[in-house]
T-cell receptor
Framework: GAVVSQHPSRVICKSGTSVKIECRSL??????MFWYRQFPKQSLMLMAT?????????EQGVEKDKFLINHASLTLSTLTVTSAHPEDSSFYIC??????????????FGPGTRLLVL | TQLLEQSPQFLSIQEGENLTVYCNSS?????LQWYRQEPGEGPVLLVT?????EVKKLKRLTFQFGDARKDSSLHITAAQPGDTGLYLC???????????FGAGTTVTVRA
């Protein structure tokens, strides 16, 4: 149980285009999902918290107009990188919060999306 | 600045040896989670510890949460090449479910 998928797994795009990444919780409902960015050989950096039915909350320094987040259902959150530039190239990972008892407030991660902007 | 300090940053050992990874902080966490991540993949949850002083054992892996809920350790007995990966500890917040990640420990187990 607690499986999270991401699509696409890899994407290459031209500078100036927009790219949408999907994050789905496959076997549970998640009112809260998170989006992270990870640079090579570094840890995960939280970008934003995605809340079902409401606006996402962004971490300091993350441009909300650059990284659009939509959490329209209890199993799907999307991250759109708008007007992508080479510096946006990175590994983007989402997680979904499985909430229940105290032991179940755990984030389960997707497999990640490798974005390369040319 | 990382809220959680992991040590060592890199660890290379021979198959069959034991290893310990440490995760320390000056902050108190509601829970502490350990993940293992392989290149090009997302982190996979190994364990969640929620009680100060708690010890959890999963086969050859032993996880400990400090009494003060500020630190944790991961001990692997008789390491195998399949244990190779990036080990991440993450502390849980008290009200927002956010995780604060350590910088990670890259473990390489040589056959």
């Amino acid at each position: 149980g607690a499986v999270v998928s991401q699509h696409p797994s890899r994407v290459i795009c031209k500078s100036g285009t927009s790219v949408k990444i999907e994050c789905r919780s496959l076997d549970f409902q998640a009112t809260t999902m998170f989006w992270y960015r990870q640079f090579p050989k570094q840890s995960l950096m939280l970008m934003a918290t995605s809340n079902e039915g409401s606006k996402a909350t962004y971490e300091q320094g993350v441009e909300k107009d650059k990284f659009l987040i939509n959490h329209a259902s209890l199993t799907l959150s999307t991250l759109t990188v708008t007007s992508a530039h080479p510096e946006d190239s990175s590994f983007y990972i989402c997680s979904a919060l499985l909430a229940g008892g105290r032991d179940q407030e755990t984030q389960y991660f997707g497999p990640g999306t490798r974005l390369l902007v040319l | 600045t990382q809220l959680l300090e992991q040590s060592p940053q890199f660890l290379s050992i021979q198959e069959g040896e034991n290893l310990t990874v440490y995760c320390n902080s000056s902050s108190v966490f509601s829970s502490l989670q350990w993940y293992r991540q392989e290149p090009g993949e997302g982190p996979v949850l190994l364990v969640t510890v929620v009680t100060g002083g708690e010890v959890k054992k999963l086969k050859r892996l032993t996880f400990q949460f400090g009494d003060a809920r500020k630190d944790s350790s991961l001990h692997i007995t008789a390491a195998q090449p399949g244990d190779t990966g990036l080990y991440l500890c993450a502390g849980g917040g008290w009200s927002d479910y956010k995780l604060s990640f350590g910088a990670g420990t890259t473990v390489t187990v040589r056959a």
